[in-house]
């Protein structure tokens, strides 16, 4: 659901998380973007390793549906199987996300 009084203020988008050597080393800079249902959301390129923010404003109009499905895409990634035993498509190490009501 979005979040109270977001549909009146906007919101802000924000993930936190951290860009890993072993990607970087292979792949350098990545970019990130969110889609917010249907609304694109600004690109941000990271070009260095360790900490990273993720931080965009959302339009009001953008949360006026009753759920809210977010998707983050990075342009590059680790390929399935680069560590043994794990098939995953590998990327952005993230560790919250949230989408606040803008004050």
């Known amino acids: 659901r979005p979040p109270f009084a977001s549909q009146k203020l906007g919101a802000t988008l924000t ?6 050597e072993i990607l970087f080393s ?4 990545v970019e990130l973007s969110a889609k917010l249902n249907q609304t694109e959301l600004p690109k941000l390129k990271f070009t260095k390793v360790g900490d990273l923010l993720y931080q965009v404003d959302v339009p009001a109009a953008a949360l006026s549906a009753d759920q809210i499905l977010v998707e983050f895409t990075a342009d590059k990634s680790l390929s399935p199987n ?7 498509e590998l990327a952005l190490i993230v560790t919250s996300i949230s989408l606040d009501t803008k004050k």
């Open 15 to 20: 993930l936190k998380g951290s860009l890993p």
């Open 26 to 29: 292979k792949t350098g800079p």
């Open 82 to 88: 680069t560590f043994p035993n794990d098939g995953r």
